[in-house]
């Protein structure tokens, strides 16, 4: 565990709100809340760059709630979109043509969707090309925006609309989830993080260190998703609280070439606290515990911990 | 004034165009025949002979990406592609063009799979043609050069903002060495000053949204009528550019080009670099007598329906022959061409289909279509597209399977 350098108390966070309320996503989204405390360590001077997604709405003509710059590419190509912007504003500043506090930070706004599959050639290409961007990925575990659909981030035993369970697979989601921060930790970026909303200081902790470092650098954000998920909107930050007390959502980074938690649970408590209240996973308690399914859920999460 | 003149092959007048742009930023993604392009921009600038950045992308689709965010950003931007590349960039085609951002893309002219094949014919770029690109289409490396050099100035004034395609044929151009002008780089900046985008971009001073959603279809429908009329526009800064470029390099260019048509009764109509062997025949033709004349289509998006009409009112009869196959409909430059005829008192018209995959036309052919102009001007002309094949072609096929065989006759 690592010690917090900037953000130490809730009383450093600013007030100042880089982006509006009253937008049009659902109450309770947790890809907002990660969105919002990242772009308050961001600073204002940011160009975010979107694949299509839930957060794709945040900007409909001819409003904005954001005081930055915007650019929707498309659902595959996001992270070109940030090469584009990036290469353009060094050249014209080298050029003399942009004066250099001209200068943005591209960020790349996803969600697992697009970070983990139609948008994944991009995205380990320019971290190929080293980069200097962020990649905020809100992780709801599914194609959120479109009903609930599974994508490659979905979880082992989730019911989404494209994996129902049923006596074909009880289980409803039979892969596991794919491993993001792994797969953008084996190109060595800059910086790779997973963080969640209900840890706010570690999250722009690790954004304000991060801001020193040029490169590719990934946040990987817990997103509760309350209509996908079936929760209240409520329990939005609880439920993030409780994925990563259950171990579920290890929050932690790598620094010098190890994976460095930054929040350790203390007990770590049983899943089933976890999956308990969220109706994705209705089908493992009802009509008829799936104890095989739970078994093996709880089993990742000891493995993991484990290692 | 001056210029240099050298042997130039068209990828490298392509190059060349954009080096006199000034260009400040080439995204890449290789394919054949266009890797030249990118090739000799690559060398001129590792050499530090031209001050642009290179970056080398993943796809095709994501290269017209990052050209767009350049472009969005204030940078003159410059790519270039071909065939299944195009088709592979082509929903960013769409979304840069929604963007209203002027670069210039150059395609080089190749034939789509299936089955894959490197020969040209104009099913690629053709397919890109509702996009909101404006489509120049190129005859020679000089027009090519001088293409990219309008491109610029057209895509970027201030009536159109609206990014700019430059075609020229796979292998017919892009490897035919020509003698090209290569104007000045003083003259050039006098007719394409370094680019000062006035429209919104992205820099911390000035916040934009931009390619953002509409919900509801009065916005949508706002946004592309604008683009409709940008290109509605684009004709007359097109006929200005044309017009100044002509005053200061004298090379004059039309969004049509005609030859022999003053007193032509009989008019075949072409694009591209074919244009060269349509005119070869037209001219034997001529010199039997026969009152033919050509009519090359140079600016297809926008497309000049008044000026086509005019060209073509009052003839006795109009083939239209296509390098593409729109399948289960015909030659796609037949219907368009037959769309601006609509308001005259149009000509018998017929489609011929031909140049597939590099398919060479023969003179006969050519020959053949004059004389079945006679016919549809007595009898009527007509929408069926007569696919030209020869039974030479079929034998020829039919060789490659018995070989494949192992010498059994195939199967008819």
């Not at chain 2, 196959?325 to 149009?346: P, Y």
């Not at chain 2, 003179?363 to 007595?378: K, M, P, S, T, W």
Request: with cysteine.
């Amino acid at each position: 565990m690592t010690r917090r350098e900037i953000y130490t108390s809730i009383q450093q966070i600013p007030r100042e709100e880089p982006l509006a309320g009253g937008t049009g996503l659902c109450g309770g989204c947790g890809g907002l809340l990660g969105l919002r405390l990242f772009h308050k360590a961001l600073g204002a001077n940011v160009v975010f760059v979107n694949a299509a997604g839930c957060l794709t709405l945040l900007t409909t003509f001819p409003y904005s709630p954001f005081r930055a710059s915007w650019l929707y590419t498309a659902m595959a190509s996001a992270p070109a979109g940030a090469q584009g912007i990036r290469d353009a504003l060094d050249v014209l500043i080298a050029r003399g043509t942009l004066a250099a506090d001209e200068d943005l930070a591209v960020v790349v706004v996803s969600g697992d969707g697009a970070a983990g599959g139609i948008g994944l050639q991009a995205t380990l290409a320019a971290i190929h090309r080293g980069l200097d961007f962020y990649y905020y990925c809100y992780d709801n575990e599914g194609f959120a925006n479109t009903g609930f659909q599974m994508s490659p981030a979905t979880p082992y035993g989730s019911r989404t609309a494209t994996t129902p369970p049923g006596a074909a697979a009880p289980a409803g989601t039979t892969a596991r989830k794919q491993d993001l921060f792994a797969l953008w930790r084996a190109q060595r970026p800059a910086f790779v993080a997973t963080v969640s909303p209900a840890h706010p200081l570690d999250l722009m902790d690790k954004v304000a260190r991060a801001r020193r470092l040029r490169g590719p650098k990934l946040f990987l954000s817990f997103a509760a998703c309350a209509p996908g998920w079936g929760i209240e909107p409520a329990r939005s930050v609880e439920v993030a609280r409780l994925a990563v007390e259950c171990g579920i959502w290890p929050v932690k980074e790598e620094r010098d070439g190890a994976v460095v938690h930054t929040v350790v649970p203390h007990r770590r408590r049983p899943v089933e606290e976890y999956l308990r209240g969220q109706a994705r996973y209705r089908h493992l308690f009802e009509p008829v515990r799936q104890d095989e399914v739970l078994r093996r859920l709880q089993a990742d999460v000891d493995a993991y911990w484990a290692a | 004034m001056s210029a240099t003149v050298d042997l130039l092959s068209g990828n490298r007048a392509a190059a060349w165009g954009a080096r006199l742009a000034d260009v400040d930023y080439v995204p890449a993604y290789p394919i054949t025949p266009q890797t030249e392009i990118i090739e000799t921009l690559a060398h001129w600038i590792g050499r530090g002979e031209m001050p642009a950045r290179l970056v080398t992308l993943d796809s095709e689709h994501a290269m017209l990406t990052a050209a767009g965010a350049a472009a969005a950003t204030g940078a003159r931007v410059f790519t270039a592609t071909s065939s299944q590349g195009l088709l592979y960039a082509l929903e960013m085609l769409y979304a840069v063009a929604g963007w209203r951002v002027p670069l210039v893309l150059v395609n080089v002219s190749r034939a789509l799979a299936a089955p894959i094949t490197l020969e040209p014919d104009h099913n690629d770029v053709l397919a890109a043609r509702d996009a909101g690109f404006l489509q120049l289409h190129a005859e020679t490396c000089q027009e090519v050069l001088d293409s990219v050099l309008m491109a610029y100035r057209l895509a970027e004034h201030p009536d159109v903002l609206l990014p700019a395609l430059v075609n020229l044929d796979g292998f017919h151009l892009s490897y035919t060495r020509e003698p090209v002008a290569i104007p000045d780089p003083a003259a050039v900046r006098a007719f394409l000053p370094p680019y000062a985008p006035t429209h919104a971009r992205f820099a911390a001073s000035h916040a934009m949204a931009q390619g953002v959603a509409v919900l509801g279809s009065s916005a949508y429908a706002f946004f592309k009528y604008q683009m409709q009329r940008a290109m509605e526009a684009a004709l007359d800064a097109h006929a200005a550019i044309a017009s100044e470029l002509g005053e200061r390099f004298g090379r004059r260019y039309g969004a049509t080009e005609g030859a022999w048509l003053d007193d032509a009764e009989h008019v075949i109509v072409m694009s591209n670099s074919f244009t060269t062997v349509g005119r070869a025949a037209v001219a034997r033709l001529r010199q039997r007598g026969e009152k033919i004349g050509l009519l090359r289509l140079r600016l297809l998006r926008p497309f000049p329906h008044a000026e086509i009409a005019a060209r073509l009112a009052g003839r006795r009869a109009v083939a239209v022959v296509d390098q593409n196959l729109s399948v289960g409909k015909g030659g796609i430059l037949f219907a368009e061409v037959a769309s601006a005829l609509r308001d005259r008192a149009a000509p018998p018209l017929l489609s011929y289909v031909g140049g597939l995959g590099g398919r060479r036309f023969r003179d006969q052919e050519l020959e053949q279509i004059a004389a079945a102009l006679h016919v549809a001007e007595r009898e009527g002309g007509s929408a069926e597209p007569r696919l030209l094949f020869t039974a030479d072609e079929y034998a020829a096929v039919r060789d490659l399977l018995r070989i494949a065989r192992g010498g059994e006759e195939a199967p008819r």
